[in-house]
């Protein structure tokens, strides 16, 4: 593969690039000139601060992004926000967010690097870095601080998106604040970064970044900005919070559930983005087109015949006359229980079976499926909500319900 090409791979899916002087020879403006000249694999920055515990498919496509610059032989550098994050990315807020405890941010960083495993190359020598800021921002004296706040001005700082709003909404902007985005630049300073990657909505944090390579005498890295995933409500971007994510610890079924009803206006970002297939090759059909991206991507975090199963389990519950069930199955926090708890009494607290006893009976009659998988036990239960996050619970050919957690 050639360098151009090897190039074109690794835009595929951008918005955005830059510095981006193609028709230069500066290795400093033109990323081709610097695959081509240089010594040394590149090191791809990716940063996150954990301040959540799940991650869904809009949340990957960075990941698979810096997956395919480890494949063409990079390495990649993965910063765990653990000092940053106790701020947080004031970026989008309205209002300041909540400070998190130390303890919060690296259980949630455990649970972040636990459902990356299927993405990121973790397995090849000299592939991956993984390194967590308080490395560095954690041994930052007062006067390293104030030589920090020195590079920007409070012009430059109200300039960022979501503090120019909030400051003429008279909406507060706290000062810790204006130390994330040149804590988060600094990153770049502490792991020599090459190319750093972020969604569009990153771009003044990269950019900082530059910034303070420059100043610190080091090479200015190139930013690479993806897009934000629209959610599978085909409208809005994908969030928990307005319900139209994908999960990566859902069930196969969940996901290919959610996925075979991908809106047709969004099948070629969703192609794109999200599996490594030749856009030319997709099937023209567009409900054809949603199965085969529904299997691409099942397979990726539960494997082909996980992926495959899924889909005749879905399929099953269209020929049984559920097609509403197929096309949205409803949802049941699993924090309205409490664990450990027997089988028959989840039946009861969501509404599929009338009572405990009914439960029992259902279960005693092979009425009951979790994921597809038929369970006879009459005291099965359950000891932690994570058993259970993701899956789908049937009674009957027409009874459905989800676990979120």
Known sequence: MTVSSSLDWLTRGTSDLFPH???????????????????????????????????????????????????????????????????????????????????????????????????????????????YNSEWLGKLDLSQILELLSTMTVGQMLAKEGFSERYD???????????????????????????????????????????????????????????????????????????????LRESALSMYSKLEKTPDALLKDYYELLTNLPL????????????????????????????????????????????????SVPEFSLAAVTFPLKLFYLLSATGLCKSSGEGRRQIQGGAVRIDSEKITDVDKSFETAKALAGKVLQVGKNKFIRFVA
């Open 169 to 247: 909404q008279e909406n507060p902007i706290f000062l810790h604040e204006f130390l994330y985005p040149l804590m988060q630049g600094y990153d770049s300073v502490a792991v020599e970064a090459d190319v750093e990657l972020g969604g569009t909505d990153q771009k003044f944090n990269i950019a900082v970044g530059r910034d303070l390579q420059k100043y610190f005498g080091k090479k200015p890295q190139f930013g690479l900005l993806l897009p934000i995933l629209i959610g599978t409500d085909g409208s809005q971007k994908m969030s928990k919070s307005l319900n139209n994510y994908v999960g």
């Open 280 to 327: 030319d090759a997709t099937p023209s059909n567009p409900r054809e087109a949603q199965k085969q991206l529904a299997i691409e991507v099942v397979a990726q975090f539960h494997g082909t015949e996980e992926a495959l199963k899924a889909q005749k389990t879905a399929q099953e519950i269209v020929l049984q006359g559920n097609t509403a069930a197929a096309a």
């Open 21 to 131: 002087q193609p028709d230069s020879q500066d290795p400093r403006e033109n990323l081709t000139q610097l695959l081509q000249t240089t010594d040394r694999p590149l090191r791809i920055k990716l940063g996150i601060d954990p301040t959540g515990s799940d991650i869904h498919l809009g949340h990957s496509i960075p990941f698979r992004k810096l997956r395919s610059f480890q494949d063409a032989g990079h390495v990649a550098v993965v910063i765990i926000g653990d000092f940053t994050a106790r701020i947080g990315d004031p970026t989008g807020k309205s209002e300041v967010r909540k400070q998190l405890t130390s303890e919060e941010v690296r259980a949630n960083a455990e649970n972040y690097l636990a459902q990356l495993r299927p993405i990121l190359d973790f397995n090849t020598p000299n592939r991956l870095e993984i390194r």
